[in-house]
């Protein structure tokens, strides 16, 4: 019962996060000569209410995959994601019209890789993680995903249309991915009293994902002003989860009872997801049709433009 309810859950966070990219894209459009987003044109967003629905929907996504990583582990979580493609493929279609059948295999492939992937990881039971905070693990993870982060952010820097907002969306990604196990971590400390709220670790811990929320939640936002919806989940989908298994199973322990047979199906799974990604990727009409950026009009400041 606990597994089938921590699947509806991240299911239906998955469903927030995918329409809140639609909303927040159909809000933030592309300068010609720049397509970044900076702070004026930010303040600009917060009078947009299409963009404040989406940020909404985003927190409730949040809160349900919180709720979701509380329940069990990481592992089984994050891939459950993967699900925000095809629903924001779905949403995306212009004009009510039938999806190609490129974009139809691509999401059939997101669905399956996540079932295999689920599948396979519970079937072996992963450990909880139950012993004191690993605070020098944290700490060492955090360093790295924040030095990986920095240099995808001077990849986007140097660089626009869609290597930009591939660079920002998986920056963004690696940041959720460590706030999804830092958040696992956390959480069994204080459920099984391991720690307090209060105690020096769990504090710093908190810290760093708000620091890694607020830069994750950035370049995604940038990521939305360079490029296509689905270009842009599909990073986050992809790479959040494999961030997050990685440190889940290797920074807490959780992959003590998975054995080589469940490795290799969740690894199969995983590429089937990857490869149902990069055809959503290709194939979605807002990903294979660019157009030039608009000229500002009548509506006011031009952010971004629709792809």
Do not use: K, Y
């Amino acid at each position: 019962m606990s597994l089938l309810l921590t699947v509806v859950l991240a299911a239906a966070g998955a469903g927030c996060f995918a329409l809140a990219a639609v909303l927040q894209h159909g809000a933030v459009r592309v300068p010609g000569s720049r397509p970044s987003l900076d702070l004026a044109g930010f303040l600009d967003l917060l009078r947009r209410p299409s963009w404040l629905l989406g940020i909404g929907l985003a927190a409730g996504g949040a809160a349900l995959h919180a709720v979701a990583l509380v329940l069990a582990p990481v592992s089984v979580v994050q891939p459950i994601g993967v699900l925000a493609v095809p629903i924001a493929v779905l949403l995306g279609l212009r004009n009510g019209g039938r999806p190609a059948a490129a974009v139809l295999t691509g999401s059939a492939a997101c669905v399956g890789g996540v079932a295999l992937v689920v599948r396979f990881t519970a079937a072996a039971n992963p450990v909880e993680a139950t012993g004191a905070l690993p605070g020098r693990s944290l700490l060492i993870a955090g360093a790295l995903a924040a030095t990986v982060v920095l240099l995808l952010a001077a990849v986007a820097a140097r660089t626009s249309g869609r290597l930009r907002c591939l660079a920002c969306a998986v920056g963004g990604a690696v940041a959720f991915g460590l706030v999804a196990a830092t958040v696992r971590a956390v959480s069994r400390q204080l459920a099984t009293a391991a720690a307090g709220p209060f105690d020096q670790a769990v504090l710093v811990a908190a810290a760093g994902v708000v620091v890694a929320l607020l830069t994750g939640g950035w370049l995604v936002q940038q990521a939305f002003a360079s490029g296509p919806p689905a270009v842009v989940v599909a990073a986050l989908t992809v790479v959040d989860p494999v961030v997050a298994v990685a440190l889940g199973t290797g920074l807490l322990g959780e992959g003590a009872g998975l054995g080589t047979g469940a490795v290799l199906g969740m690894a199969g799974g995983a590429l089937v997801a990857a490869g149902g990604v990069a055809l959503l990727a290709r194939h979605h009409p807002d990903a294979a049709t660019r157009t030039p950026a608009r000229p500002a009009d009548d509506r006011g400041p031009v952010l971004a433009g629709r792809s």
